[in-house]
Nanobody, 125 residues
C-alpha cells in the first residue's frame, strides 16, 4: 500500500523559510511523481508544485513561483518543498500526493493516487 508522510510544518514569521518533507513508501512509490497541495482556511485545496519520478521535470504554480522550490532525493524516495520569503497568505495545511506524473498539474487537472495526512504551516507575526 502506498503511503506518504509529510513533516516540517510549523509556525514562522513573515519572510522566514520552512522546508517540508514528504517520505513515500510502499508498493509502487518509486514510480510516482510527488505533488504538493495546500489548503487555506475556507478555501479549496490548491496544487502548488510537482516533481517527476526521476526528478527531471518540475512544476511550480504561479502563486508561489520564485519563492518555493521542489526537489527530490531519489534514494530516500523523499520529496522536499523549500519555502522562502513566506507570507501570511501561505498559511494552511500542506499535503503531499502521489501522482502518475506532473502533466496534470500543468493543465490544472492533477490526478492523485494517494494523499499524505498533511502538515500545518502558519505564517504570522
Amino acid at each position: 500500500q502506498l503511503q506518504l508522510v509529510e513533516s516540517g510544518g510549523g509556525l514562522v514569521q513573515p519572510g522566514e523559510s520552512l522546508r517540508l518533507s514528504c517520505a513515500a513508501s510502499g508498493l509502487g512509490s518509486y514510480y510516482k511523481a510527488i505533488g504538493w497541495f495546500r489548503q487555506a482556511p475556507g478555501k479549496e485545496r490548491e496544487a502548488i508544485s510537482c516533481i517527476s519520478r526521476g526528478g527531471d521535470s518540475t512544476y511550480v504554480a504561479d502563486s508561489v513561483k520564485g519563492r518555493f522550490t521542489i526537489s527530490k532525493d531519489i534514494q530516500k524516495n523523499t520529496a522536499y518543498l523549500q519555502m522562502d520569503s513566506l507570507e501570511p497568505e501561505d498559511t494552511g495545511v500542506y499535503y503531499c500526493a502521489a501522482s502518475p506524473g506532473c502533466r496534470g498539474y500543468m493543465v490544472k487537472s492533477p490526478t492523485v493516487d494517494a494523499w499524505g495526512p498533511g502538515t500545518q504551516v502558519t505564517v504570522s507575526s
